[in-house]
């Protein structure tokens, strides 16, 4: 088992530019999650998916974009891209709520 | 106020040293918490769950104190391998919107 999956591992935009990060996981959990981690400030919940076809806001969704594709994958999507989002974008799954969540190994994002 | 808080440290001990963590939190509904472990450049990965009577995994020790809103961590022993920084994690109500702390970093030194 792979576990949780992302890619990206890193990348470098320009101002305005898009993107879409990738996240997989083969566990068969129902809920999925994006956060952003910058220094000394921990995790961020962006955006989270409690079961296939629903998607809800996390504390910092504004700029970002997600679908859950399918039960096994979830997407973040930068329309365009600011200086303040370069952070360490993590994707997590779970089995419900209040579950321990399980992390892909991050996508290192740099906008310039 | 930061609904987790943590001591960001750095904590600097010797190998064999007894390290404790502390966390709090400060929504009283909050129902399910837990210490990740984080390494330098990686994932968070679950250290612990923390469960109301307080429970032991190896030399590892969490305890929550429900009244004062506070969760510890106790490491005796002290590895080298246990240096990295150690995530408070707070589920609120039950819900899907967890809270993380923003870590304390250990150093464990030969």
């Known amino acids: 088992n792979a576990g949780v999956t992302q890619t990206p591992k890193f990348q470098v935009l320009k101002t305005g530019q898009s993107m879409t990060l990738q996240c997989a996981q083969d566990?068969?959990?129902?809920?999925m999650y994006w956060y952003r981690q910058d220094p000394g400030m921990g995790l961020r919940l962006i955006y989270y998916?409690?079961?296939?076809?629903?998607?809800d806001k996390g504390e910092v969704p504004n700029g970002y974009n997600v679908s859950r594709l399918n039960k096994r994958e979830f997407s973040l999507r930068l329309e365009s891209a600011a200086p303040s989002q370069t952070s360490v974008y993590f994707c997590?799954?779970?089995?419900?709520?209040?579950?321990?969540?399980?992390f892909g190994p991050g996508t290192r994002l740099l906008v310039l | 106020r930061k609904e987790v808080e943590q001591d960001p440290g750095p904590f600097n001990v010797p190998e064999g040293a007894t390290v404790a963590f502390n966390c709090t939190y400060s929504?009283?509904?909050?129902?399910?918490f837990f210490w990740y472990r984080q390494d330098c450049r990686k994932e968070p990965k679950l250290l612990m769950s923390?469960?109301?009577s307080g429970n032991e995994d190896g030399r590892f020790t969490a305890q929550l104190n429900r009244a004062s809103q506070y969760i510890s961590l106790l490491i005796r022993d002290s590895k080298l391998s246990d240096s990295a920084t150690y995530l408070c994690?707070?589920?609120?109500?039950?819900?899907?919107?967890?809270?993380f702390g923003a870590g304390t970093r250990l150093f464990v030194k030969a």
């Open positions: 997590a799954s779970s089995d419900g709520r209040g579950e321990t969540q399980y």
């Open positions: 566990m068969n959990h129902n809920s």
């Open positions: 998916s409690a079961s296939e076809g629903t998607t």
């Open positions: 929504n009283s509904a909050s129902q399910s």
């Open positions: 923390v469960y109301s």
């Open positions: 994690v707070v589920n609120n109500t039950g819900g899907f919107k967890t809270i």
